[in-house]
């Protein structure tokens, strides 16, 4: 578990003129669910990326569990990203989709196997350990991808749209199965959606950003109560 601060952090990327991020400054607690917030292009991605190492900074720092990561590698950073598109191994069982990593890291056969274990139950996937990926559910997909980041006990879960290829139902109970887990497992989170009803729903804060910029971060309730502006409350009061 870990605390997550950026300080400062902007990004420009090459060919543009306007910061895809601008100047973020944001703590997350340790333990904490935080959502970030925003439509298509403010810039989720971008901070998801520039605290997983996967993205340059152009000014400013990142801090986790209280320690410079800016300079970090991303394989050194103890983070684990589950994306939209997950790809899971086609040829492989669930149980080794799961445990691949963990092969790669060289961690001892037992462990892992107990590990995969763990995953499966957390995330009721045990009934499906000996299958394929093709003969799953869109959802049960999803949650092997989210078990693959679980196996790693990393300090901070990141998380891009994990939810956007589900259809409605889905999504709700796949919400539903990702709060309980992450506050379960006590990890620390970051959770980017487009989807207010998502960042409401899930987030223990939310931080809402236009255009790079972060508008606010604030309990789902407080914004709801107190929009900081109008974008805020026209974000927040628009169902998807
Ligand atoms: N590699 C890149 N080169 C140039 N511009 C980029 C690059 N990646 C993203 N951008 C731009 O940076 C801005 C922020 O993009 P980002 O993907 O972080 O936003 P987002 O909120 O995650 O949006 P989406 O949900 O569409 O991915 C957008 O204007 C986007 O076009």
Same mark, same amino acid.
């Given at each position: 578990?870990?605390?997550?601060?950026?300080?400062?952090?902007?990004?420009?990327?090459?060919?543009?003129?306007?910061?895809?991020?601008?100047?973020?400054?944001?703590?997350?607690?340790? %333990?904490?669910? =935080?959502?970030? *917030? $925003?439509?298509?292009?403010?810039?989720?991605?971008?901070?998801? @990326?520039?605290? +997983?190492? #996967?993205?340059?900074?152009?000014?400013?720092?990142?801090?986790?569990?209280?320690?410079?990561?800016?300079?970090?590698?991303?394989?050194?950073?103890?983070?684990?990203?589950?994306?939209?598109?997950?790809?899971?191994?086609?040829?492989?069982?669930?149980?080794?989709?799961? %445990?691949?990593? =963990?092969?790669? *890291? $060289?961690?001892?056969?037992?462990?892992?196997?107990?590990?995969? @274990?763990?995953? +499966?139950? #957390?995330?009721?996937?045990?009934?499906?350990?000996?299958?394929?990926?093709?003969?799953?559910?869109?959802?049960?997909?999803?949650?092997?991808?989210?078990?693959?980041?679980?196996?790693?006990?990393?300090?901070?879960?990141?998380?891009?749209?994990?939810?956007?290829?589900?259809?409605?139902? =889905?999504?709700?109970?796949?919400?539903?199965?990702?709060?309980?887990?992450?506050?379960?497992?006590?990890?620390?989170?970051?959770?980017?959606?487009?989807?207010?009803?998502?960042?409401?729903?899930?987030?223990?804060?939310?931080?809402?950003?236009?255009?790079?910029?972060?508008?606010?971060?604030?309990?789902?309730?407080?914004?709801?109560?107190?929009?900081?502006?109008?974008?805020?409350?026209?974000?927040?009061?628009?169902?998807?």
């Amino acid at each position: 578990m870990a605390t997550v601060t950026f300080d400062n952090a902007t990004r420009v990327y090459p060919g543009t003129e306007r910061p895809a991020v601008a100047g973020l400054s944001l703590s997350v607690g340790d %333990g904490e669910f =935080l959502v970030l *917030a $925003g439509p298509a292009g403010c810039g989720k991605s971008t901070v998801l @990326r520039m605290l +997983a190492g #996967l993205e340059e900074m152009d000014s400013g720092r990142v801090l986790i569990g209280g320690r410079d990561a800016t300079a970090v590698p991303a394989k050194d950073r103890d983070v684990a990203m589950v994306f939209q598109n997950y790809a899971l191994y086609p040829h492989m069982s669930v149980a080794d989709n799961l %445990g691949f990593a =963990l092969k790669i *890291a $060289g961690v001892p056969d037992a462990e892992r196997a107990a590990r995969v @274990r763990e995953a +499966a139950r #957390l995330l009721e996937l045990e009934e499906v350990l000996d299958l394929r990926p093709q003969a799953l559910s869109g959802d049960q997909r999803q949650r092997v991808a989210m078990g693959r980041a679980v196996v790693r006990r990393p300090q901070v879960f990141l998380m891009d749209e994990p939810l956007a290829n589900l259809d409605a139902a =889905l999504r709700a109970r796949t919400r539903a199965q990702i709060a309980s887990l992450a506050r379960r497992l006590g990890i620390t989170t970051v959770y980017a959606t487009h989807d207010q009803a998502e960042a409401m729903a899930l987030g223990d804060r939310v931080a809402v950003l236009r255009e790079g910029v972060l508008q606010q971060v604030a309990t789902p309730h407080e914004l709801y109560a107190r929009p900081a502006n109008q974008f805020v409350a026209g974000f927040i009061g628009t169902p998807d």
